[in-house]
């Protein structure tokens, strides 16, 4: 049984910085790892996601350099900064076991956290 455990959300006022994490626990092998974010009323998007080895990262459009994802032993991290308003959502962590690279595409990834929430105020 794989899970994960996303921990780090929190209120901040705008221009703060946040830093997420995700703990996977189970057996799993060489997976793809991913943050997705909701936000009240809209779909579910891509935020960030990192290959296996580490070496290759991706960004949904709207982040714009404000964050870096990374990853350490089987654990992704997710450091916000410049914060927004419009950042407001859950925030989820994915991971794909058929994949050692993200992809933007949730249907693709098999595990998924249950969500941290992150609050930006103005």
């Known amino acids: 049984q794989v899970q994960l455990v996303e921990s780090g959300g929190g209120l901040v006022q705008a221009g703060g910085s946040l830093r997420l994490s995700c703990a996977v626990s189970g057996r799993i092998e060489r997976y793809a790892m991913a943050w997705f974010r909701q936000a009240p009323g809209k779909e579910r998007e891509f935020v960030a996601g990192i290959a296996w080895y580490g070496e290759d990262t991706y960004y949904g459009n709207f982040v714009n350099g404000r964050f870096t994802i990374t990853r350490y032993n089987l654990n992704s991290y997710l450091q916000m900064n410049s914060l927004k308003p419009e950042d407001t959502a859950v925030y989820y962590c994915?991971?794909?076991?058929?994949?050692?690279?993200?992809?933007?595409?949730?249907?693709?990834?098999?595990?998924w956290g249950q969500g941290t929430q992150v609050t930006v105020s103005s």
């Open positions: 994915a991971v794909s076991a058929r994949s050692t690279t993200p992809t933007v595409l949730e249907v693709y990834y098999d595990y």
